[in-house]
């Protein structure tokens, strides 16, 4: 993982999105748009998006807000990133029908996704043990929100205009390299000596447990 943090305006370029590599750290200034279950389950199965210019607004935040309203608006209480890889049965269908460029969340996608992501020029941005609360702190503003009476403040899409946001950083790259695979396929290697060094028979296998 690299120790130099890269900021990124968005929208963000396919020149840029193509120029990052796995284990870029990044941060992110410009608007992001959020959703969760019911944006991927919408989008594709019932052709139902907000309505956003996503060539000018091409992040896409996976988080559930904590949101109260104020006298003055909106306010961000905490925007945990949630589990990317929860989406991936609908992923890459909603990369290829959007364009986006950059998908922030929470753990990985799988290859459906990165192999959308490699087509488009686009990325994944996971956290780095950087926690919901200190996140809102670089919300600028709640610009706006779209099917809140309908889903409600947790599935609603938000847009916040963000500044230096994060640090991420890319572990599915415009390639579709993926930077936990290339971690296992290591770590695969190594297990066989691993195990010879504490005594673990070559034939040694775990457990299955019948559900």
């Known amino acids: 993982m690299s120790d130099t943090i890269r900021h990124l305006q968005l929208p ?15 941060t992110v200034t410009g608007r992001v748009f959020t959703g969760r279950s019911l944006f991927h389950i919408r989008a594709i199965e019932q052709e139902l998006v907000p309505p956003i210019d996503f060539s000018e607004m091409n992040c896409f935040f996976h988080v559930g807000p904590v949101m109260q309203q104020a006298p003055d608006g909106w306010q961000v209480v905490s925007i945990e990133p949630t589990s990317s890889i929860r989406f991936e049965r609908y992923g890459g269908a909603v990369v290829r029908k959007l364009g986006l460029r950059a998908l922030i969340g ?12 490699r087509d488009v020029g686009g990325v994944h941005l996971t956290k780095i ?3 919901g609360n200190l996140l809102r702190d670089q919300v600028r503003r709640v610009v706006d929100v779209h099917f809140l009476d309908e889903l409600g403040k947790t599935e609603a899409t938000w847009i916040f205009e963000v500044e230096r946001f994060g ?21 695969g290697q190594q297990l066989a000596d691993v195990y010879e060094s504490l005594g673990v028979p070559a034939d040694f296998a775990y457990t ?4």
Not at 106 to 117: S, W
């Open 12 to 26: 963000l370029t396919e020149d840029d999105a193509r120029g990052l590599r796995l284990g870029d750290v990044v």
């Open 106 to 117: 929470k753990t990985t996608m799988g290859r459906g996704t990165a192999a959308a992501l």
């Open 129 to 131: 043990g950087i926690c």
């Open 167 to 187: 640090p991420f950083f890319v572990d599915i790259d415009a390639c579709g390299n993926n930077y936990f695979e290339a971690l296992d396929e290591g770590i």
């Open 208 to 211: 299955e447990v019948n559900p």
